[in-house]
């Protein structure tokens, strides 16, 4: 077993688009070395957001917690907010925005676990 919170977390991912990544169970070392499946909490400030980008092995699923988001689903713009969820497939290219002035946080569940290896990045 493994309780774990963001507040226990020292040093999350911040990518350089602007996304702050808590990794609370996954493949990493300090998240259980999980490898079936991962869940993060993602926190999203105003302006920022995810990259554009796809995954080949893993179908991952959004759940908004708080504020609202842009959401580009190959091609197609949704906004989405607390209390939706949001399945993206392998191979759906993705992309979650804040265009808001509250950050953004959201759940996101991966299946199998995410590895960095399997996120693609796409231009534009």
């Known amino acids: 077993m493994k309780i774990t919170g963001i507040d226990q977390i020292n040093s999350p991912l911040v990518t350089p688009t602007g996304e702050v990544i808590y990794e609370l169970i996954g493949h990493g070392e300090l998240a259980g070395k999980i490898s079936s499946h991962s869940l993060a909490q993602i926190q ?8 554009k ?3 080949k092995g893993s179908e991952e699923t959004y ?16 906004t989405v907010n607390p209390g939706q969820a949001i399945l993206i497939q392998p191979g759906e290219v ?15 569940v991966c299946v199998p676990a995410w590895v960095p290896e399997d996120s693609f990045e796409v231009e534009g």
Do not use: C, T, V, W
């Open 44 to 51: 999203i400030p105003p302006g920022k957001s995810s990259s």
């Open 53 to 55: 980008h796809y995954h």
């Open 63 to 78: 759940y908004i917690l708080e504020g609202q988001g842009l959401m580009s689903l190959d091609g197609q713009e949704y």
């Open 94 to 108: 993705h992309k979650i925005s804040n265009q808001r002035e509250k950050d953004l946080k959201f759940l996101a």
